[in-house]
């Protein structure tokens, strides 16, 4: 071994390097809950018929700062979402369930294209077990399928 290589390191790239394959491109991209999380708060305060400036104050929150929540520019805190939320007239539960909803539905229609084309009826795969399921560990017997 020479001196040369004693001296070379390995260099590890910041960024994953992009495939051979990528991603196929009729799925589509997962949202950020910060994105989904805006949109429900602008949402809501249109519908109220609310300026920004009018929810910023409620809320003791700054109008820059809201305006960033809103747009999904910025992840906000617990604290943030729930006087925002609050100055809306929703609790957090609520702006994060209609958050989650929104979630939900292109989450499932891509499992469900998956499912179809892994040759799935209904999207759904049967899951046969070659006998009893028998309780184990304290919750008992759970089958998870997939």
Not at 8 to 13: C, E, G
Not at 18 to 47: H, K, M, N, S, Y
Not at 65 to 85: D, P, T
Request: avoid cysteine; hydrophobic fraction near 40%.
């Amino acid at each position: 071994m020479t001196s040369r290589t004693t001296n070379q390191a390995d260099v590890i790239p910041l960024r994953p390097l992009p495939t051979a394959d990528p991603a196929p491109r009729d799925l589509p991209r997962e949202p950020l809950w910060r994105d989904l999380v805006g949109e429900v708060l602008r949402r809501e305060r249109q519908a109220q018929g609310r300026t920004l400036k009018d929810v910023s104050e409620a809320s003791r929150i700054s109008m820059a700062y809201l305006s960033e929540v809103e747009r999904g520019r910025k992840e906000a805190s617990s604290e943030v979402l729930a006087a925002a939320a609050q100055a809306l007239g929703l609790s957090l539960a609520d702006v994060l369930a209609l958050a989650g909803e929104r979630l939900v539905s292109p989450t499932a229609a891509r499992t469900r294209s998956r499912s179809r084309s892994l040759g799935t009826a209904g999207g759904h795969r049967s899951v046969r077990t070659a006998g009893p399921v028998r309780p184990t560990g304290p919750m008992g017997g759970v089958l998870l399928a997939a």
